[in-house]
Nanobody, 124 residues
Framework: QVQLVESGGGLVQAGGSLRLSCAAS????????MGWFRQAPGKERVFVAA????????SYADSVKGRFTISRDNVKNTVYLQMNSLKPEDTAVYYC?????????????????WGQGTQVTVSS
């Protein structure tokens, strides 16, 4: 069993930056593909970014491409999401997730383990 705990969320002005962290415990995530999703109030949970087990392959939603960067440190058992040039429409609860099967995915139902989420609020 893997436990995921997100941190780093908060309130930031438009144009600002935040770095989210997702710390895993229970077992190593070094052989898992990892993803970040977000859910705004009244909306569905949507894909943000994904990274493969080694960090050598990444994928991004079009809405965040060029502004967000996903990375991982398998020694620290942690995944990160660097968010720059934040916009009010980035406001959401951000979730970290682990995918135990092969390949990157933007589909939330292919992820097995989820964190509790961290709130990101971007003011205009």
């Amino acid at each position: 069993q893997v436990q995921l705990v997100e941190s780093g969320g908060g309130l930031v002005q438009a144009g600002g930056s935040l770095r989210l962290s997702c710390a895993a415990s229970g077992r190593t995530i070094s052989n898992y593909n990892m993803g970040w999703f977000r859910q705004a109030p009244g909306k569905e949970r949507v894909f943000v970014a994904a990274i493969n087990w080694s960090g050598g392959s990444t994928s991004y939603a079009d809405s965040v491409k060029g502004r967000f960067t996903i990375s991982r440190d398998n020694v620290k058992n942690t995944v990160y999401l660097q968010m720059n040039s934040l916009k009010p429409e980035d406001t959401a609860v951000y979730y970290c997730a682990a995918k135990v099967t092969y390949g990157l995915s933007s589909y939330y139902n292919q992820y097995t383990y989820w964190g509790q989420g961290t709130q990101v609020t971007v003011s205009s």
